[in-house]
C-alpha cells in the first residue's frame, strides 16, 4: 500500500506570495492532519480534517487554511506568506479519528522556504 | 493535556541497548504513551504504543511503571541507523484527535561505530 505523498517537496517563495500544499493520503484514510515543523518551535499542529469536515484547529493565524476533497486528499494554503513560514510541512493520515493503537502515518514532508 | 519531558540528547555505540526516558507525570486515566521516530527532512513514523507494564514489537520495548508517570523506551542492539530524534506522546486517544496529540522537543539519538 502506498504512504502518504506530499507536493511539491521542496518549494521557494517570496514574501507577500501565495502557497498551496498537497497530500495524498494513505488509501482508505480518511482523517488528515497537517503539522509545521521548525526548528524553533518543534512540531506543531495546524489543522485536522475528517469526511472533508475540519474537526480541529491549531494556533495558527487566518493566513493558513486547509480543505479536504471526497477522496480524502488534502491541500493546505498559506496566504501572505512571511519569512517565518519558512518550515517543513507535514501531512500525516490515519484510518479514524480516535480509537486504541490510534496511529499517524506521516509524509516526507513540503520544504518550504520564504525569501 | 500531559506535557512530557525527555533528554534532549543521547549517545550510544552500535551493538548497544539504548533506553529513552520520557516523564510525564500528569498523565491522565484515559492517556495512552506513543513513540515516533524521525530522521531529517522526513516525517515522524509510530514505533510503539502502550498504556501500562510492557509492550514489545519487532522494534521496540516499552516499559511503563505502575504509576504511569513516565516510559522508557527500549531499543536492542542499535545500529548506525537508528540515529534519529525520538518523541514521546501523550495523549487521550480513545476520543480525541491530532489536535490532542503534542510533539515534545524530542530526543536526538546519536549512534556511533
Known amino acids: 500500500k502506498a504512504g502518504v505523498t506530499q507536493t511539491p517537496r521542496y518549494l521557494i517563495k517570496t514574501r507577500g506570495q501565495q502557497v498551496t500544499l498537497s497530500c495524498s493520503p494513505i488509501s482508505g484514510h480518511r482523517s488528515v492532519s497537517w503539522y509545521q515543523q521548525t526548528p524553533g518551535q518543534g512540531l506543531q499542529f495546524l489543522f485536522e480534517y475528517f469526511s472533508e469536515t475540519q474537526r480541529n484547529k491549531g494556533n495558527f493565524p487566518g493566513r493558513f487554511s486547509g480543505r479536504q476533497f471526497s477522496n480524502s486528499r488534502s491541500e493546505m494554503n498559506v496566504s501572505t506568506l512571511e519569512l517565518g513560514d519558512s518550515a517543513l510541512y507535514l501531512c500525516?493520515?490515519?484510518?479514524?479519528?480516535?480509537?486504541?493503537?490510534?496511529?499517524?502515518?506521516f509524509g516526507p514532508g513540503t520544504r518550504l522556504t520564504v525569501t | 493535556l500531559a506535557k512530557t519531558t525527555q533528554p534532549i540528547s543521547m549517545d550510544s555505540y552500535e551493538g548497544q541497548e539504548v533506553n529513552i526516558t520520557c516523564s510525564h507525570n500528569n498523565i491522565a486515566t484515559n492517556d495512552y504513551i506513543t513513540w515516533y521516530q524521525q530522521f531529517p527532512s522526513q516525517g515522524p513514523r509510530f514505533i510503539i504504543q502502550?498504556?501500562?507494564t510492557k509492550v514489545t514489537n519487532e522494534v521496540a520495548s516499552l516499559f511503563i511503571p505502575a504509576d504511569r508517570k513516565s516510559s522508557t523506551l527500549s531499543l536492542p542492539r542499535v545500529s548506525l541507523s537508528d540515529t534519529a530524534v525520538y518523541y514521546c506522546?501523550?495523549?487521550?486517544?480513545?476520543?480525541?484527535?491530532?489536535?490532542?496529540?503534542?510533539f515534545g522537543s524530542g530526543t536526538r539519538l546519536s549512534i556511533r561505530p
Open positions: 502502550g498504556y501500562k
Open positions: 506522546l501523550v495523549g487521550d486517544i480513545s476520543r480525541s484527535s491530532a489536535s490532542k496529540i503534542i
Open positions: 500525516a493520515s490515519s484510518p479514524y479519528l480516535a480509537g486504541e493503537f490510534y496511529e499517524q502515518y
